[in-house]
């Protein structure tokens, strides 16, 4: 299991809370929230470590994880 820095783990959260404040409140469940931040992870797997390239990954699948789980 890859580790991070507090400053990438900062920056994955922030991510997170960011793209999670785009989502329509009753499409914002725990399920959306659940595979945001998975995506976030898996991004930061792959090296895409700054909060611009975290966001950005969530930001592209915002739609894609809202209509499989409503």
Known sequence: MPSYSPEVL?????AL?????TIPVDQATPGVKAYMA????KAA???QTSYD???SAASGKIQTIV???T
Do not use: D
């Open 67 to 69: 209509s499989m789980l």
């Open 53 to 55: 390239a975290l966001l």
């Open 38 to 41: 998975e995506i976030i992870l």
């Open 10 to 14: 900062h920056s994955m959260r922030a």
């Open 17 to 21: 809370n960011e793209v999670m404040a």
């Open 45 to 47: 797997a792959e090296g």
